[in-house]
């Protein structure tokens, strides 16, 4: 597989599929911040890939989420910045993986591939940010250009 775009979309990630009803047929998405978010990986997105057209073949996308961690993972007072032992390793909770990958996808398409039905093979996990590392919130991707030999080879371990 050939890399065709590695970036890292600084923020809190937004959730894309789950809508709401708010009358008369009209559905919304439920987080209010989705329109924001898909917005600043598309413009992320084709700041990395100036000059080159949506990739129109197939591609494998693979996303790594870094969430805040709660207040209540640290203890308090001198110890505000200790991780309690009892701390979580990841987050468990909400939001869910799939819904933060589908508004990636999403904004995507038709700025690294020309729709988002190019994509077929996708990795995606959600870890918490580490303020004192590279690994902030938001969300690292990478998305490589998947080709006819690299098929070939997923059929043969496949089978």
Known sequence: MNLLLQMFVPGLPATQGSKRHVGRGIMVDS?????????????????????VKPCDTAVAVQVTFYLPRPAGHYGTG???SVLKATAPAYPLGKPDTSKMFRAIEDAMSGVVYTDDCRVVEIRAAKRYADETTDNKPGARVRVWVVDEQDEQHTKENDA
């Open 31 to 51: 987080c209010k911040r989705l329109p924001q978010w898909r917005n600043l990986v598309a413009f992320t997105a084709a700041a990395c890939t100036v000059g």
């Open 78 to 80: 001198r110890n505000a």
